[in-house]
Protein backbone atom coordinates (compact mmCIF):
# COMPACT_ATOMS: atom_id res chain seq x y z
CA UNK A 1 0.00 0.00 0.00
CA UNK A 2 2.53 2.27 -1.20
CA UNK A 3 2.16 4.72 -3.95
CA UNK A 4 4.04 4.09 -7.30
CA UNK A 5 7.69 4.43 -6.87
CA UNK A 6 7.35 5.00 -3.40
CA UNK A 7 10.01 4.13 -0.52
CA UNK A 8 9.99 1.06 1.20
CA UNK A 9 13.47 0.29 3.31
CA UNK A 10 14.83 -3.03 5.28
CA UNK A 11 17.43 -2.69 8.11
CA UNK A 12 18.45 -5.19 10.14
CA UNK A 13 20.14 -4.41 13.82
CA UNK A 14 21.55 -6.33 16.68
CA UNK A 15 20.77 -5.64 20.38
CA UNK A 16 22.99 -6.23 23.29
CA UNK A 17 21.46 -9.64 23.62
CA UNK A 18 22.92 -10.62 20.42
CA UNK A 19 18.87 -10.76 18.86
CA UNK A 20 18.48 -9.59 15.53
CA UNK A 21 15.60 -7.24 14.76
CA UNK A 22 14.41 -6.91 11.26
CA UNK A 23 12.71 -3.57 10.45
CA UNK A 24 10.80 -3.06 7.39
CA UNK A 25 9.64 0.95 6.75
CA UNK A 26 7.03 1.85 4.18
CA UNK A 27 6.03 5.35 3.46
CA UNK A 28 2.54 4.25 2.17
CA UNK A 29 -1.12 4.47 3.97
CA UNK A 30 -1.25 4.54 7.62
CA UNK A 31 -3.01 2.14 9.77
CA UNK A 32 -5.08 2.85 12.63
CA UNK A 33 -4.73 1.68 16.22
CA UNK A 34 -7.56 0.17 15.57
CA UNK A 35 -6.99 -1.63 12.20
CA UNK A 36 -3.13 -2.93 13.66
CA UNK A 37 -4.71 -4.12 16.61
CA UNK A 38 -7.83 -6.06 14.20
CA UNK A 39 -4.39 -7.79 12.35
CA UNK A 40 -3.35 -9.16 15.34
CA UNK A 41 -6.54 -10.64 16.44
CA UNK A 42 -7.34 -11.94 12.82
CA UNK A 43 -9.77 -10.17 12.55
CA UNK A 44 -8.68 -7.52 9.74
CA UNK A 45 -9.80 -4.45 8.63
CA UNK A 46 -9.77 -3.85 4.82
CA UNK A 47 -8.88 -0.72 3.53
CA UNK A 48 -8.20 0.62 0.24
CA UNK A 49 -4.27 0.80 -1.20
CA UNK A 50 -2.91 3.83 -2.65
CA UNK A 51 -4.06 3.16 -6.31
CA UNK A 52 -7.53 2.22 -4.68
CA UNK A 53 -6.81 -1.71 -4.43
CA UNK A 54 -8.10 -4.01 -1.67
CA UNK A 55 -5.93 -6.67 -0.03
CA UNK A 56 -7.83 -9.72 0.82
CA UNK A 57 -6.89 -9.16 4.84
CA UNK A 58 -4.49 -12.34 4.67
CA UNK A 59 -1.28 -11.36 4.40
CA UNK A 60 -0.40 -9.78 7.81
CA UNK A 61 -2.05 -12.25 9.78
CA UNK A 62 -0.40 -15.25 7.57
CA UNK A 63 2.97 -13.17 8.53
CA UNK A 64 1.75 -13.21 12.60
CA UNK A 65 1.81 -17.33 12.20
CA UNK A 66 4.95 -17.83 10.62
CA UNK A 67 6.22 -15.42 12.70
CA UNK A 68 4.87 -16.75 15.95
CA UNK A 69 6.03 -20.36 14.97
CA UNK A 70 9.81 -18.93 14.22
CA UNK A 71 9.56 -17.42 18.18
CA UNK A 72 9.76 -14.11 17.06
CA UNK A 73 7.89 -10.73 18.26
CA UNK A 74 6.18 -8.19 15.96
CA UNK A 75 5.46 -4.27 16.23
CA UNK A 76 3.58 -2.10 14.09
CA UNK A 77 3.92 1.71 14.32
CA UNK A 78 2.02 3.76 11.94
CA UNK A 79 2.16 7.62 12.06
CA UNK A 80 1.17 10.10 9.75
CA UNK A 81 3.77 11.62 7.89
CA UNK A 82 5.77 8.84 8.41
CA UNK A 83 4.11 5.91 7.57
CA UNK A 84 4.53 2.45 9.23
CA UNK A 85 7.42 0.56 10.68
CA UNK A 86 7.04 -3.33 10.99
CA UNK A 87 9.60 -4.43 13.57
CA UNK A 88 10.31 -8.30 13.70
CA UNK A 89 12.90 -8.94 16.94
CA UNK A 90 14.21 -12.89 16.88
CA UNK A 91 14.33 -14.38 20.57
Same mark, same amino acid.
Given at each position: ?? !???? %??? =??? *???? *????? =??? =? %???????? *?????????? !? =???????????????? !???? %???????????????????????????
Amino acid at each position: FS !PVNG %DIF =IRT *ELTN *ENQVK =IFV =I %DKGIVMSE *EIIQSIFNKQ !P =ILQEGTNGEVGTGIGL !PTVI %DYLELLKTELKIESKIGKGTTFEILFL
